[in-house]
């Protein structure tokens, strides 16, 4: 019989993966030797002798941030629409294309004669559109701050990608360590069940007890299925951001520390107001929105039109020569309906204004407040990983060797064990998502302030 794929047991022998290993009869050896086993086992730091060397953390996570940095295609999409904003800035301001002109006048229709009537002419004209003085600017000045604020958008993209390759690392990491908890523990477990199973040769331990340490074990072999399945997921998500190929492989890496934060909440409120990329889009919105106003209030002013035509006239029949012509001409727009037009162009651009000056004022106190929060979580998680690394974790391993050591004596059941080593197991899966959960929302408050607060290895770097 097979639980699960794991270790089932048989008196005096073991299975494993369809492949049988055989043991040295335990019965032969008596409990204290099957105990010692145990505790040989549960001192091996990782049971992973065969797992691959571990990359360094900060390497392997700033070659993932700048590769994403450098192929992610939705921003190299929005890098292409900035590029075109900024293409778009001059030609705002330059002045409209003149108008050559070709014609005939005052030909006679009779027989359509060049030379026949005195006022008949060939004629070559040119006329240029000239806004009011000041409008032009003012046009390349609107361009030029939807130009900043796509590139503030660039900026904000980038920041995002950026939290967005941490976290997925970061929670690939928390899988991985998972993983291999639950794998340690798995084996402990089978160890647990070779000592259960000894004392139930010699008739000093239930069957039950063989069947817990079994339900776990498969409990645990089901875990291993959905962590392996979530690890493919998450790599997938971290090559679909640096556009390689899901099946992608990501290197395993060693623990990184744990982020080290240099500034206040008053401080990193400064730092956002001057360097978050969302907040200047809304900054640099309303410096547009104000260019916007004076042009719409410049537009009520007339617009300007000159031209200059050249009239030529052919001999005459008799061979009469007559002169050519002069023409120039000066027109001036008349806003007639500026109530209907400007005056409503100047009040929409105040509104666009005042919408905007609301909004930076509402996005800077949402900035604050998601300070403030993420800072308060990252205190409370700091004090509890403090709390399982000085407390939980070293007193649940001496609770654990401490039932060890009395179940190899008789002086408790299995069952206390086996819930022990459970419980430990908990309590290091926690830590680690605590401690997964702390790097990630330390990444987020990157992401809100708009700056990279600590270096590659976790460290406040004081920049």
């Known amino acids: 019989m097979r639980v699960g794929g794991g270790l089932l047991p048989r008196r005096g022998r073991w299975f494993h993966g369809g492949e049988m290993t055989v043991f040295r009869d335990l019965r032969a050896f008596g409990i204290p030797a099957a105990a010692m086993l145990l505790f040989l086992a549960a001192a091996a730091p990782a049971l992973g002798a065969g797992e691959p060397p571990a990359f360094d953390n900060a390497d392997v996570l700033q070659g993932l941030v700048r590769e994403a940095l450098e192929r992610n295609p939705d921003l190299k999409s929005l890098e292409y629409m900035a590029e075109a904003k900024e293409k778009r800035i001059l030609p705002a301001g330059a002045l409209p294309d003149p108008m050559l002109s070709l014609s005939y006048s005052n030909v006679p229709v009779d027989d359509f004669s060049v030379n ?93 007890d063989l069947f817990k340490a079994q339900v776990e074990i498969s409990r645990m072999e089901k875990m291993l299925i ?69 042009l719409a209030r410049r537009q009520i002013l007339p617009d300007f039109q000159i031209g200059a035509a050249y009239k030529r006239r052919e001999p005459t029949d008799a061979g009469m020569s007559r002169p050519d012509f002069f023409s120039a001409s000066v027109g001036i727009s008349i806003p007639l309906w500026h ?40 205190s409370a998680m700091r004090e509890t990983l403090s709390l399982y690394d ?56 990157e992401l809100v302030v708009g700056k990279e607060l600590f270096d590659a290895k976790g460290n406040g770097d004081g920049r």
Do not use: C, W
């Not at 993209?157 to 523990?185: C, D, G, P, W």
């Not at 002086?411 to 899966?429: D, H, K, N, R």
């Open 116 to 208: 026949k009537a005195d006022m008949t002419s060939r004629d070559i004209g040119f006329t240029q559109a000239l806004p009011f003085p000041g409008k032009l600017p003012l046009k390349e000045e609107v361009a030029r701050l939807d130009a900043v604020q796509a590139s503030d958008r660039v900026a904000s993209l980038r920041n995002l990608i950026r939290f967005r390759v941490r976290k997925a690392f970061f929670s690939l990491q928390e899988n991985r360590e998972v993983t291999r908890l639950t794998e340690k523990n798995k084996a402990l477990l089978g160890v647990l069940l070779q000592v259960a199973n000894s004392r139930y040769a010699v008739g000093k331990t239930p069957q039950q």
């Open 226 to 294: 959905a962590l392996r399945k979530q690890e493919v997921a998450l790599a997938a998500d971290l090559n679909t951001l640096r556009d390689r190929p899901v099946d992608t492989p990501i290197p395993a890496v060693s623990a990184p520390g744990q982020p080290v934060l240099a500034y206040g909440e008053e401080h990193l409120v400064e730092i956002a107001q001057a360097e978050n990329p969302d907040l200047k889009r809304e900054e640099d919105g309303i410096a547009r929105n104000e260019a916007a106003l004076r």
């Open 339 to 378: 109530g209907r037009k400007q005056d409503q162009e100047v009040q929409a651009a105040e509104r666009d204004l005042s919408a905007g000056r609301s909004g930076y004022s509402g996005a800077v106190n949402a900035v604050r407040n998601r300070i403030r929060d993420i800072t308060a979580d990252l």
């Open 390 to 445: 000085t407390g939980l974790l070293p007193q649940a391993r001496e609770s654990v060797s401490a039932s060890r050591s009395a179940y190899e004596v008789g002086q408790v059941e299995f069952a206390s064990v086996l819930m022990g080593q459970l419980s430990l197991y908990q309590q290091e899966i926690e830590r680690e998502k605590t401690a997964q959960a702390f790097r990630i929302r330390a990444s987020e408050l």
